[in-house]
């Protein structure tokens, strides 16, 4: 699949940008593998991938507790789409292939 490997993602927030390492691997129309910030790495889960549409979910504990809902596309070697951080809105998130 186009989004198989390891990506770096910069999210652009009101606290200024985050950026966070990404890996992932599909099988059929799943998308699974771990994301990474600050030391610290943690399962995707309820991720999904539909040709050039990918979707994922997070949860953080760092800067506080959320969940974060990615949605994008792969364009070759670069990803862009938002991510929704529930009550606090959505932010645009970017991607490249590490």
């Known amino acids: 699949?186009?989004?198989d490997g390891n990506w770096n993602i910069t999210l652009s927030?009101?606290?200024?940008e985050r950026?966070?390492?990404?890996?992932?691997?599909t099988s059929g129309g799943a998308l699974n593998g771990t994301q990474g910030a600050d030391g610290n790495?943690?399962?995707i889960f309820e991720g999904t991938a539909?040709?050039?549409d990918v979707a994922w979910k997070v949860s953080i504990t760092n800067p506080m507790p959320l969940t974060l809902?990615?949605?994008?596309?792969?364009s070759g070697d670069?990803?862009?789409?938002?991510?929704?951080i529930g009550p606090m809105g959505s932010?645009?998130?970017?991607?490249?292939?590490?």
């Open 78 to 84: 670069t990803m862009s789409g938002e991510a929704s």
């Open 41 to 43: 790495s943690t399962e």
């Open 13 to 16: 927030t009101p606290m200024g």
């Open 50 to 52: 539909n040709g050039d």
């Open 1 to 3: 699949m186009a989004v």
């Open 19 to 25: 950026k966070t390492t990404l890996t992932v691997k």
């Open 69 to 74: 809902a990615f949605s994008g596309k792969v």
């Open 91 to 98: 932010f645009p998130f970017t991607g490249s292939r590490a």
